[in-house]
T-cell receptor
Framework: GENVEQHPSTLSVQEGDSAVIKCTYS??????FPWYKQELGKRPQLIID?????GEKKDQRIAVTLNKTAKHFSLHITETQPEDSAVYFC???????????FGRGTSLIVHP | SAVISQKPSRDICQRGTSLTIQCQVD?????MFWYRQQPGQSLTLIAT?????????ESGFVIDKFPISRPNLTFSTLTVSNMSPEDSSIYLC???????????FGSGTRLTVV
């Protein structure tokens, strides 16, 4: 089955800095890669996703890149703000099964 | 995207008892996923529920402990049976309506077993 590794487990940055979270996956059939933000006590919320036919996608301060050859994808947050502090999860799934595999999560702390 | 109503939001239960968690989706979906999330941990898939067939359980999870019902395409229940303190966790349901959508989660059920 699919295996998703996520790094780092904790990331501490100063407000205004950039943050990068990286994930690798094992199943070359995976074609959908979402990122979720989970604030304390709340449900995971989709923030951005990318499909295997695209190399990069941006949405304001957030971007995701995908390298299918190397089987890794990354989340980039620019100009971080304290409200970006949360746990971020990456995931991978293949179109056939729809069953996602989640990474272990990255706790992002943005210091004012 | 789909909207999921999950209840109860929290409960405190005595060991040895059972709790049934419900998820109602505002649209028809083929697959519904049930997760457990320990504090500070990732999402662990318990099982995938399809309408009209038995749920598919992940390694480490069995039907006797976590029976699932899926009577139609908008509703599912997960029961946590014969609970012990180790079952204390957050349980979430999730759906992905179609290829153009991401996964949507219910608000979660925070279960404490005493």
């Amino acid at each position: 089955g699919e295996n998703v590794e996520q790094h780092p487990s904790t990331l501490s940055v100063q407000e205004g800095d950039s943050a990068v979270i990286k994930c690798t996956y094992s199943d070359s059939a995976s074609n959908y890669f979402p990122w979720y933000k989970q604030e304390l006590g709340k449900r995971p919320q989709l923030i951005i996703d990318i499909r295997s036919n695209v190399g990069e996608k941006k949405d304001q301060r957030i971007a995701v890149t995908l390298n299918k050859t190397a089987k890794h994808f990354s989340l980039h947050i620019t100009e971080t703000q304290p409200e970006d502090s949360a746990v971020y999860f990456c995931a991978a799934s293949s179109g056939g099964s729809y069953i996602p595999t989640f990474g272990r999560g990255t706790s992002l702390i943005v210091h004012p | 995207s789909a909207v999921i109503s999950q209840k109860p939001s929290r409960d405190i239960c005595q060991r040895g008892t059972s709790l049934t968690i419900q998820c109602q989706v505002d649209s028809q979906v083929t697959m519904m996923f049930w997760y457990r999330q320990q504090p500070g941990q990732s999402l662990t898939l318990i099982a995938t529920a399809n309408q009209g067939s038995e749920a598919t359980y992940e390694s480490g999870f069995v039907i006797d402990k976590f029976p699932i019902s899926r009577p139609n395409l908008t509703f599912s229940t997960l029961t946590v049976s014969n609970m012990s303190p180790e079952d204390s966790s957050i349980y979430l349901c999730s759906v992905r309506p179609d290829d153009s959508s991401g996964y949507t989660f219910g608000s979660g059920t925070r279960l404490t077993v005493v």
